[in-house]
T-cell receptor, first 115, second 114 residues
Framework: DTAVSQTPKYLVTQMGNDKSIKCEQNLGHDTMYWYKQDSKKFLKIMFSYNNKELIINETVPNRFSPKSPDKAHLNLHINSLELGDSAVYFC??????????????FGSGTRLTVV | AQSVTQPDIHITVSEGASLELRCNYSYGATPYLFWYVQSPGQGLQLLLKYFSGDTLVQGIKGFEAEFKRSQSSFNLRKPSVHWSDAAEYFCAVVPSGGYQKVTFGTGTKLQVIP
């Protein structure tokens, strides 16, 4: 059983399109995150949700909109895709905001390529 | 400014040789420290973590790390590297106190040669 699963694994799309990435975790965690990993492997947090409530919203263009229908799911919708959005997007989860200390469980990533 | 630094972008070691990956941090108080490993095409996996206490911590896959307050370092070590250890390694910190968000270093890519 995959603990944190993301779909799709690969996504190739044209500039200007709108796309979504889905994330689901079956660990019973109540906190979920989106991270962006650029071409230099730099990982930067984008968003965090705790029990469906937005907790962290880093300096991310408002073309990116996360949605958490329940605490097991955190989806990422991106409008008007730009070339610079090309990256690997990772979903992660942890049990509780103050439990980030015990470490995250990561999904295997979604490689987004904007052409 | 608060930061976590991995000075080595790329390291190559021979299989069976020892390994040390460096990590330095710059925070007002000692943060909580982690090492993660990312295999090709995979997400990150937690190797080990340090909160307090014994400064030498053991992790999975035979890795260990030593916290040195005087050097603001948390270096990762393994006595004998296996070919399957080839991956990207990330040091990460969570500042003590305040809002707990994990900040990652820029990673060190490990290549293992036979």
């Amino acid at each position: 059983d995959t603990a944190v699963s993301q779909t799709p694994k690969y996504l190739v799309t044209q500039m200007g399109n709108d796309k979504s990435i889905k994330c689901e975790q079956n660990l019973g965690h109540d906190t979920m995150y989106w991270y962006k990993q650029d071409s230099k492997k730099f990982l930067k947090i984008m968003f965090s949700y705790n029990n469906k409530e937005l907790i962290i919203n880093e300096t991310v263009p408002n073309r990116f909109s996360p949605k958490s229908p329940d605490k097991a799911h955190l989806n990422l919708h991106i409008n008007s895709l730009e070339l610079g959005d090309s990256a690997v997007y990772f979903c992660a989860s942890s049990q509780g905001l103050d439990r980030a200390l015990v470490g995250y469980t990561f999904g295997s990533g979604t490689r987004l390529t904007v052409v | 400014a608060q930061s976590v630094t991995q000075p080595d972008i790329h390291i190559t070691v021979s299989e069976g040789a020892s390994l040390e990956l460096r990590c330095n941090y710059s925070y007002g108080a000692t943060p909580y420290l982690f090492w993660y490993v990312q295999s090709p095409g995979q997400g990150l996996q937690l190797l080990l973590k340090y909160f307090s206490g014994d400064t030498l911590v053991q992790g999975i896959k035979g890795f260990e790390a030593e916290f040195k307050r005087s050097q603001s370092s948390f270096n990762l070590r393994k006595p004998s590297v296996h070919w399957s250890d080839a991956a990207e390694y990330f040091c990460a910190v969570v500042p003590s106190g305040g809002y707990q968000k994990v900040t990652f270093g820029t990673g060190t890519k490990l290549q293992v040669i036979p």
